[in-house]
């Protein structure tokens, strides 16, 4: 082991897989996490099962956080931030607030500072996410599937039909989210399994665009959710929900029949999109790295180099650098924790 030290920004899937990585490799590294707690999004938004297996996130990032705390060359910042960045030799002198206040001397950074869901208030369409109580978002109905309580906001009850409107917040060119954000299809086919599964009863439809599911999560999930669980998956755009007596009226398009669609609903799941934290917004002003038009962190040489930033001794990984689903997140963050540590060892000037 050298005396040279990675700091690793953000305590979720991708932070804590580079943190361990780092630390496999014999260097010391301080994960700095803003929250008072580890685990990330899946962790913060009370994810219930996490795909292809459907394990349970708490007790899959229970492992990954175990796996860090336990070892004694990670020493972990909660309730920390990184404030400020300055040159220090051949790295980087970091001025933390927060818990944790105080200089740091980094050898190389990695960032990963996530994402955040997209707020269905800013959808151009007419979704009534924040006027109607039974018109909830993919993250919260994981908290109720967590919870094994899958019922109507509006009274309790559980509700007898669901559907989840895809791509809200993505693929628009309207608010400037023209991209994919990947997981969305895959997620939402998920917990329309485990709503079947928790509630035999409920009839569950997707309104899609068209479905875009990432590799094997098309057999994987994709397909036992039509043949197993008889989820129905509908080819139309949503156009508006109201609401009709105690029901949601759901209007759009069947756009494979070609003719207007009008359907009752007791429960309408938003698909929303990833889009850059606050905190990924953050650190990129705060380490001078250059972002993307949509504000993620950009990869300065890829598609061959996804982890290096536009500073030399700054690296990014997971949901920080764009739309990435546990196993983008946790391979992109290896491969950050390997430059980082390379870059540490090496000494070379670093820019400022
Ligand atoms: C509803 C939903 C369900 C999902 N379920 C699955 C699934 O089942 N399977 C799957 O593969 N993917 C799933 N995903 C995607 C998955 O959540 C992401 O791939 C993963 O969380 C990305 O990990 P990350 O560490 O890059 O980012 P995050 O999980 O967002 O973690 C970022 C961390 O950085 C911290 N942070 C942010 N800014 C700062 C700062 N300035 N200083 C210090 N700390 C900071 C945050 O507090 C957080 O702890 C789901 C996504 C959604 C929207
Ligand atoms: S993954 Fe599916 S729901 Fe998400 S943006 Fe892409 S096509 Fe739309």
């Known amino acids: 082991m050298g005396s040279e030290r990675v700091v690793v920004i953000g305590g979720g899937p991708a932070g804590l897989a580079a943190a361990a990585a780092v630390a496999d490799v014999g260097s010391a590294v301080t994960l700095v996490e803003w929250a008072p707690f580890l685990g990330g999004t899946p962790i913060a938004e009370n994810y219930a099962a996490l795909t292809p297996n459907m394990e349970s996130a708490e007790v899959a990032m229970g492992r990954m956080i175990d796996r860090v705390t336990s070892n004694e060359l990670v020493d972990v910042r909660l309730g920390s931030q990184v404030a400020a960045c300055e040159p220090d030799g051949h790295g980087f002198r970091l001025e933390l607030s927060g818990d944790g206040a105080g200089p740091l001397h980094a050898d190389a950074v990695v960032v990963a500072t996530g994402f955040q869901h997209f707020d269905p208030g800013r959808e151009t369409q007419m979704y009534g996410y924040y006027e109607f109580p039974d018109v909830v978002a993919l993250q919260d109905l994981e908290a109720m599937l967590k919870d094994h309580h899958v019922v109507r906001p509006s009274n309790g009850q559980p509700p007898e039909r669901i559907c989840f409107v895809q791509c809200v917040g993505s693929r628009d060119r309207q608010i400037g989210n023209e991209y994919c954000s990947k997981v969305c299809c895959g997620i939402a086919s998920k917990e329309a399994i485990e709503v079947r599964q928790q509630l035999p009863d409920c009839k569950v439809f997707i309104f899609y665009i068209d ?42 398009e ?74 983008d997140s946790v391979s992109s963050a290896a491969a950050a924790a390997v430059r980082a540590v390379a870059h540490a060892r090496s000494h070379q000037p670093v820019g400022a």
Not at 224 to 232: I, K, S, T
Not at 292 to 319: E, M, Q, W
């Open 211 to 252: 479905m875009r599911m990432y590799g094997y999560w098309e057999n994987q999930i994709y397909w036992p959710a039509q043949e197993q669980y008889h989820v129905q998956y509908v080819k139309g755009i949503i156009t508006e929900v109201l609401q009709k007596g105690d029901k949601l009226l759901v209007r759009g």
């Open 254 to 327: 069947d756009t494979t029949m070609g003719r207007p669609m009008e359907v009752t609903m007791d429960l309408v799941v938003l698909s929303v999109g990833m889009e850059p934290s606050l905190g990924t917004r953050l650190m990129a002003k705060t380490f001078g790295v250059a972002q993307n038009k949509y504000g993620f962190i950009d990869a300065a040489h890829a598609p061959l180099d996804t982890v290096s930033t536009s500073r030399p001794g700054i690296f990014a990984c997971g949901a920080a650098l764009g739309p990435a689903d546990l196993e």
